[in-house]
Structure formats: structure tokens, C-alpha cells
């Protein structure tokens, strides 16, 4: 179980913390590590194992939504102005400025982010629902695929309610 007061003393006491968690992601390579967002504004890295908060984040655009990279060292997270951001885990600074892909015009919110990795070899896929332009796409309902500065746009009929990516089962030799 995780305490709000707990986590609470050990961010800087002139920052107003709110009250609730968004949402919490389990690190991929230490179950003991977690993210939480607070009140849209505020991400901890949390160990669940010492009760301690390792960094603390405070961002000016809402956090959406929040995802680990396969090797649990960096995080993105996805904010209601279309963006997105990508952290170190040691770092107090994102590791690039934050970015919005269909930008410069206003776009709606990045709802959910992934991060995802092909293979060992290859390049991480970004997928994210939302975050196109509000003009000319903001009733449409999608799922994008960013990898190496380059974009897929799926377009869908009814809105995305939610997403997972399921690994595939022929990378994962069997062990006999």
C-alpha cells in the first residue's frame, strides 16, 4: 500500500500536492519502482520496497498518461496539449524538449502513450491515441506508431477506449 503522507514529506514541501493519483506504472525490470502521476502535474519514482520517493517531477502541461521504457531507465508521458515527453529516470530534466508530433497548431490530448520495442535490434515504437490537430482532425479517432522520426497514423471509426500490444511468441525460443 502506498501513503499520501509518505510521499507527500518527501516532496519539497512549497510544492502543493494534490490528492489523488492518475495513474501508477509498474517499472518493467524492478517490480519495487513505480510512477505515479499526481494531480496531472507531479510524477514520482517511487520505491514500494524502502517507502521512499527516488525523483520527483514537476511539468506545466496535465499528464495524460505515463509509460516506461523496456529497459526501465527512461519514461514518457503524454500531456493534454498533444505533446510529448521523455525522461530519464536520474534526470531532473526531459531527456529532449518536449514535443508535439502534429504541432505547431493546437491539437487535442495525447490520451494513452506506449513504449514498446520491437526486437532487441530495433528502434522503440511510440504508439499513442489522439494529439491530432484540433481544426482539421480533432473528431477523429486514432492511433499513431512513431519510430525513428517516422509516422503511421491509423484512423478508426468509433473512439479508442483503450490499447495494449501483446508480445509475439515467435521472438521467445522455447527452453527444452
Given at each position: 500500500l502506498l501513503f499520501e503522507e509518505t510521499i507527500v514529506k518527501s516532496i519539497n514541501p512549497s510544492k502543493d500536492?494534490?490528492?489523488?493519483a492518475n495513474q501508477i506504472m509498474v517499472n518493467p525490470t524492478d517490480v519495487n519502482q513505480v510512477l505515479i502521476a499526481f494531480?496531472?502535474?507531479?510524477?514520482?519514482?517511487?520505491?514500494?520496497l524502502s517507502n521512499e520517493v527516488l525523483?520527483?517531477?514537476?511539468?506545466?502541461?496535465a499528464v495524460t498518461s505515463l509509460a516506461w521504457h523496456v529497459d526501465g531507465e527512461y519514461f514518457i508521458c503524454s500531456h493534454s496539449d498533444g505533446s510529448l515527453g521523455t525522461w530519464k529516470i536520474q534526470c531532473m530534466e526531459p531527456m529532449e524538449p518536449s514535443v508535439?508530433?502534429?504541432?505547431?497548431f493546437p491539437c487535442t490530448s495525447i490520451n494513452k502513450v506506449q513504449w514498446i520495442c520491437a526486437s532487441s535490434h530495433s528502434l522503440p515504437i511510440k504508439l499513442f491515441t489522439g494529439g491530432m490537430p484540433r481544426a482539421s482532425y480533432g473528431?477523429?479517432?486514432?492511433?499513431?506508431?512513431?519510430?525513428?522520426?517516422?509516422?503511421?497514423?491509423?484512423?478508426?471509426?468509433?473512439?479508442?477506449?483503450?490499447?495494449?500490444v501483446v508480445p509475439s511468441l515467435?521472438?521467445?525460443?522455447r527452453k527444452t
Open positions: 500536492i494534490g490528492r489523488s494531480d496531472n502535474h507531479i510524477i514520482v519514482h517511487y520505491n514500494l525523483h520527483h517531477w514537476i511539468v506545466q502541461q508535439i508530433p502534429f504541432g505547431p473528431d477523429r479517432y486514432t492511433l499513431t506508431a512513431v519510430r525513428g522520426g517516422k509516422m503511421v497514423v491509423f484512423d478508426f471509426g468509433s473512439a479508442i477506449v483503450d490499447f495494449i515467435q521472438n521467445h525460443k
